[in-house]
């Protein structure tokens, strides 16, 4: 839940878990320099939830 904060900790436990599922794969990854793979999983995920939740 947002509470108008911007700040879900839902959501950034989410994207954590999947970060983590992503660096198990490549290795540790760089914030600045995504693989065009992960940021394409990262857009599929991101249409699969619903409501952006």
Do not use: C, H, K
Request: aromatic share 10%; proline share 8%.
């Amino acid at each position: 839940m947002s509470l108008g904060t911007g700040y879900d900790p839902d959501r950034r436990a989410g994207d954590r878990w999947f970060a983590r599922q992503i660096e198990g794969r490549y290795g540790q990854l760089s914030p600045d320099a995504l693989p065009l793979e992960w940021l394409l999983l990262l857009r599929e995920l991101e249409r699969e939830t619903p409501n952006g939740a």
